[in-house]
């Protein structure tokens, strides 16, 4: 089957009156389904906040932590900024904030892995890996299909056995009646099954809980959630 060829694929958006375009590689991609709608979001890679084209001090200073949501019409921004409240929301309409955006998506020829040592040896011969993690909504009509490629993989022989770590992703609030773009959670997964997975979830942390303190709140992935789902992984050289 073909799958997404991350390390090809885009997206750019583009700036009014020519002000910019950034190109940012795919990071992820969440296909959420509810009843017969499928809405496609894809998650672009961070970089640092940055004064663009000035002639020194390109970074911002005090800096943070930058990436984007796209779908079809919706952005959302995502900043990582300390103090961090993860209740901000920067997002809308695509046409409100950009003259538009240029989706670039590559898909390549791949083969699921059917069993460990397929992965254990795809693992080893140095073989691009590409995971699909679907997770179900309680009303039993929704879902979400998780696209991301695998940056971190442990694997054994002696039993044969991998293990997965990677991210970031986008997951949605599954217990929600219409999960949107701002119910997109950014989080890390891990799973050796192919019925459950783990993620990890980044959230407003207080570093001392015992003395709550808003203006020490950093993002930290924390809150670790698990989750029934149908896991598969795809190799292409």
Known sequence: METCDF?????TFVCFEGANNARIQLEAICELTQGEAVERYLLVASCKSEDTYARQNLFRSPNYDFCAIFSTDQYRLHRVPLPFDDTVRDSGLIKDRFERTITTLKTTQAEECTDVDAVYEATMA????????EVYGSDGTSSAV???PVKTMNVRRDPYMFQIDTGPIVLPDMTLEQP???DLALAFVAWNQPDRAEFVIQQAVDPNPASPDAAA???H??????IDACNSIFVHD
């Open 7 to 11: 390390s090809r694929s885009f997206v």
């Open 146 to 148: 998780l696209w991301y």
């Open 221 to 226: 992935y924390s809150e670790i959630r698990v």
């Open 126 to 133: 140095g073989k691009v890996l590409v995971c699909r993690t």
């Open 217 to 219: 709140r950093a993002g």
């Open 180 to 182: 949107g773009i701002d």
